[in-house]
């Protein structure tokens, strides 16, 4: 857990540490991480290239999704990793995959080093009332079988999960209930609440003890997505929250970066690398 002002503050010691300068230290990241489907046109020509680059730029950690991972050779991609120092907490599996082929995301997860798989996606057969409901028991059984195998498991968020409401409730109210929040942690995409129309502040504090890790993605005036920092966003004031207190990765992502792709995601890196909060 990042230590922040908060902490430093409620601690019995929190006095004396503040220092000479009567000062917290603000809290930063420390190891920037980038999901892969932000360059995924270039990591599925050249995989070990791509993980290079990003180590150059000085991203950390490595989320897989996209970009045809799922079928490519896991134990070059962790070797290629060690030698560059990147860690992979966590991959991106889709809900079919999980349906069908359990045993073989545990095992691709576990030769990648993840500690945690997340289901990224709900396609549109899913989006309605009897489709969500059913496929909910199936999020809690996924969770309990990863558990098993000891990994944990967590769902990210797009828009519609907000918006579309059978009877006026929303999915994402319907996904909290029907889960148990001790096995199904979140993977908040903060681009996707505010896109959505909702309060992202509000729902991090809300999360709070089910918050896994953040997507961050900027969004323009216009609301299209952009590099971090390169936005609107204020992403030093969402991380204050008193729900991001328990957030263990910060994965930079851009659905739409332009290409030659490396320039955008090496702004997003320098702007998270300096934020302080």
């Known amino acids: 857990m990042i230590v922040n002002r908060r902490h430093v503050l409620a ?46 730029i000085g991203y950390k950690e490595v989320e897989y999704g996209g970009g045809g991972y799922d079928a490519m050779d896991h134990k ?12 992979a907490p966590s991959i991106h599996v889709p809900y079919e995959a999980l349906l069908g082929a359990f045993d073989k995301q545990v ?3 576990k030769t990648l080093g993840a500690d945690t798989v997340v289901l ?54 319907r996904l909290l209930k029907a889960t148990d929040p001790a096995l199904v942690k979140i993977e908040l995409d903060l681009y996707w609440v505010g896109h ?20 961050v993605k900027d969004a323009r005036a216009d609301g299209s997505m952009t590099a971090v920092g390169a936005g609107k966003t204020d992403f030093a004031a969402l991380f204050r929250r008193r729900g991001s207190a328990g957030v263990r990765h910060f994965y930079v992502e851009n659905d739409q ?16 690398k300096a934020l302080r909060y």
Request: hydrophobic letters at 40%; aromatic letters at 10%.
């Open 11 to 56: 601690g019995a010691g929190g006095i004396a540490a503040l220092g000479v300068t009567g000062i917290a230290q603000a809290a930063q990241i420390k190891a920037v991480g980038i999901q892969l489907y932000t360059v995924r046109e270039l990591f599925q020509k050249d995989p070990v290239k791509t993980l290079g680059d990003l180590a150059r």
């Open 76 to 87: 070059l991609l962790r070797r290629t990793m060690d030698r560059l120092g990147l860690k």
């Open 107 to 109: 095992e691709m997860a």
């Open 120 to 173: 990224p996606y709900m396609v549109d057969q899913h989006r309605n009332e009897a489709g969500w409901n059913a496929a909910m028991p199936n999020f809690n059984r996924f969770a309990r079988d990863l558990r098993k195998a000891g990994l944990g498991f967590a769902y990210h968020n797009h828009d519609f999960e907000f918006t579309v409401k059978p009877g006026g409730v929303s999915l994402y109210e």
């Open 196 to 215: 959505a129309g909702e309060d992202v502040g509000a729902w991090i504090d809300r999360l709070g003890p089910r918050l896994y890790a953040y997507h």
């Open 257 to 272: 970066a332009p290409a030659p792709y490396l320039p955008d995601v090496t702004t997003s890196f320098q702007t998270l």
